[in-house]
């Protein structure tokens, strides 16, 4: 019988009850689909999705131990202990002090529960999960049956609830006031430093907590070169000032590109900004359940081809988004928007789609939208224009 999980509900965490109960059934779900009598789930995003922890203490080791018929344990080391009672419904943790070696802890749990002769599904797949780590688990747990369980709770990540989504409207609020304060803090002779400043005075002022990626803010030539911040340049007349922002709530984010130029600027960066825009309405018209992501891309792809840009054109056309942790913002390894990716759209599926064309230190636009799947098409997020501002 399926594990109901015991909420210590108090006003700290960021949803229901019946939300997370919703989220566990989900990956029990996926869990009896795949014959995984327990889950070690080491992917912070996959924590935070199931409980509600989070921290960014998470370089350290931490692990959710998930039976199908027992109550969950997070090994986590004793200084971040403190954060299950913060943030999660969780009331069972198990503290690795600083001189163990972290998965000793877990594999001590696992036997000292009766599971150490099930079948065991591990995240292969987890960014932070490592070799020795795997070899170690596998070495231990002898009488056990271990096998892949990557991908079991990002399948339940990928369609998010109404829950979700309405906190996601609130970071895309905070996030149109950033941009927009940032739009207009943009001014020739001005440092991107101050632009910068501006943005993230705005942003953290309103809510929005530490970004999952920097904010990426750059002007000019440097406009043109992917993940480029801040740094000191003077914005010059009829630049591209290139904002890539993030807002955050809970660990969800919503994301948007916007372009802004003081002054006219040159006939080939409004050929760019008009492809880029172009190439997001062919996406956004295209984007409805039941449709692959290959089709996605290709209408992206193709609306930049038709107006002879698309060799700047080098990348997938969006990205799933969601909960994140540093390093990205992006649910990209669930799912992206690009080439011969033939999984199928679903309603309340969350994309930022992204049609970035870049020209090596002479040009570099995107027009983005954080977009949700609906019934019957898709809707943004944001409230801003997707077009190049010209001051």
């Known amino acids: ?104 802890v877990t594999i001590r749990e696992v036997r000292d529960r009766g599971l150490g002769d099930k079948c065991i599904g591990v995240e292969e797949a987890s960014f932070f999960s490592t070799v020795a780590e795997y070899k170690g688990v596998i070495a231990a747990l002898k009488d056990a049956t271990v096998v892949d369980g990557s991908g079991i709770v990002e399948e339940a990540r990928v369609v998010k609830s109404d829950e979700e989504i309405a906190l996601m409207r609130i970071c895309s609020d905070i996030l149109d006031q950033g941009t927009q304060a940032g739009i207009d803090a943009v001014r020739s002779g001005d440092p991107e430093d101050q632009i910068a400043a501006t943005v ?98 290709w209408a992206t792809h193709n609306a930049i081809v038709e107006r002879g840009l698309g060799e700047y054109h080098p990348h997938r056309a969006g990205y799933s988004i969601g909960v994140s942790f540093p390093p990205d913002w992006g649910e990209g390894q669930i799912l992206s928007l690009r080439n011969q990716e033939m999984r199928l759209l679903e309603p309340n599926m969350c994309f930022h789609i992204i049609p970035a064309i870049q020209r090596y230190r002479e040009i570099g636009v995107c027009l983005s939208h954080t977009i949700r799947v609906t019934e019957t098409g898709c809707e943004p997020f944001s409230k801003i224009p997707p077009k190049l501002i010209v001051k």
């Open 200 to 297: 993230h005075e705005v942003l953290v002022r309103l809510g929005s907590e530490y970004p999952s990626l920097p904010n990426f803010v750059c002007s000019g030539p440097r406009a043109s070169v992917t993940h480029a911040t801040w740094q000191g340049r003077t914005v010059e007349k009829g630049d591209v000032v290139f904002f890539e922002l993030s807002a955050v709530k809970h660990r969800y984010n919503v994301a948007i590109l916007r372009c802004v130029c003081d002054g006219e600027p040159g006939d080939e960066v409004r050929k760019f900004a008009e492809a880029s825009e172009a190439a997001l309405a062919a996406a956004m018209g295209t984007i409805k359940p039941g449709v692959t992501c290959d089709a996605v891309y």
């Open 1 to 104: 019988m399926a594990y109901a999980p015991k909420m210590n509900i108090h006003d700290r965490l960021a949803f229901t009850e019946g939300e997370y109960r919703r989220r566990w059934s989900l990956v029990q779900a996926g869990m009896a689909e795949k014959g995984i009598d327990v889950l070690l789930v080491r992917t912070p995003e996959n924590i935070c999705y199931l409980t509600g922890y989070e921290t960014p203490g998470y370089y350290a080791y931490h692990c959710l131990i998930v039976p199908m018929d027992q109550e969950p344990v997070l090994v986590v080391r004793r200084l971040e202990a403190m954060n299950a009672a913060e943030f999660s419904w969780l009331v069972d943790t198990s503290p690795v002090e600083d001189h163990e070696v972290p998965w000793d």
